[in-house]
């Protein structure tokens, strides 16, 4: 017997209403062989029976559910507070529900898999769009609206917001050398990222207009994580030349050079300069506050929204691909020095 909620089933339904249980069905089904009287007092027996609170009844009633999903990589992480945080405020002052699911999956071929999976799901039953943060998967098989935030690809089948990662590292570099600052290190993020590839080439150009050398050395690959940030820092910072100033491809990663350098007994600004990439809540609130690139993540999520929003009332988008501009967050972990020393 099928159950509708909560161990309920359809001949419970069926013996409240004073009806069949095939028509239940019919009705459950949206079937257009049942009178309307009697289909809406079916409806009825189920909302005071209390389906009519979950989302698939919601449909049943009206064909939409009025809930937004949003497929996410993790709860834990800034990025993701602040995503969830812009979309709401977009969804709610539209009477949207928002739905997130997050995934314990790392690897980045099991966690397409599970994004694809899940967009099926929920494609037109569970939501009526869908924005999946960091997607990894290319294409969806999907019939509803859905948006990307900061995908993997360059490219995707599907409307795209992202920041102006490549702009926002070369106005941190201009800064840095504008201090003063000729061994500037790197510490790159996760190289299957178009972001991090971006701000990656936002720190060469930014040496090459300012007409100073590639050094490999300065360069070390980091994947965003506080951890690998430290780590990557110690690197730096046990060179025979160490830099005099870092650029963090994310706050995390910035928030692990504090910690390699308080290991190391290295002060900031006074002996390292460190410039990060995000704004997150925390930026603010360590010692120094720390200079940052402010990729506006909450914009990010509004946008997002407003585009899914969009799309399920019938209105197109003009674009694939929309950016959000960022600016440089000036605090007090960098100092001027002589460029001469």
Known sequence: MQRLHGGMTIRDVAREAGVSVSTVSRVLNDK?????????????????????????????????????????????????????????????????DLLAYASARRNPFSMADWEVQLVAQLNGTVTDGIIVVTPNAATYRTASPLVAIDPYQATTEFPAVIAT????????????????????????????????????EGYFDGLVQAGLPIDPELLVIGDYTRSTGAECAKQLLSLPE????????????????????AEY?????????????????????????????DQSI????????????????????????????????????????????
Not at 305 to 332: D, F
Request: hydrophobic share 40%; proline share 5%.
């Open 32 to 96: 257009d062989d049942v009178a309307p009287e009697t289909a809406a007092i079916v409806r009825r027996v189920i909302e005071e029976m209390g389906y009519a609170s979950s989302i698939a009844a919601r449909s049943l009633r009206s064909r939409t559910t009025n809930v937004v999903g949003l497929i996410v990589p993790d709860l834990w992480h800034p990025f993701t507070s602040l995503v969830i945080r812009g979309v709401n405020q977009v969804t709610a002052a539209q009477g949207y």
């Open 165 to 200: 990662n490549y702009q926002g590292a070369l106005e941190a570099m201009t800064y840095l050398i504008g201090l003063g600052h000729r061994r500037i290190g790197f510490i790159a993020g996760r190289q299957d990222l178009q972001s991090a590839q971006r701000r990656q």
């Open 242 to 261: 160490p830099p005099t100033a870092i650029l963090a491809s994310s706050d995390e990663t910035a928030f692990g050079v504090y910690d390699a350098a």
């Open 265 to 293: 007994g290295v002060r900031i600004p006074d002996n390292l300069s460190v410039v990060g990439f995000d704004n997150t809540l925390d930026s603010a609130s360590v010692h120094p506050p720390l200079t940052t690139v």
């Open 298 to 341: 909450e914009k990010m999520g509004a946008l997002a929204a407003e585009l899914v929003l969009k799309l399920i009332q019938g209105q197109p988008c003009e674009s694939r691909q929309y950016k959000v501009a960022t600016r440089l967050v000036v605090r007090q972990s960098c100092r001027a020095i002589d460029p001469g020393l």
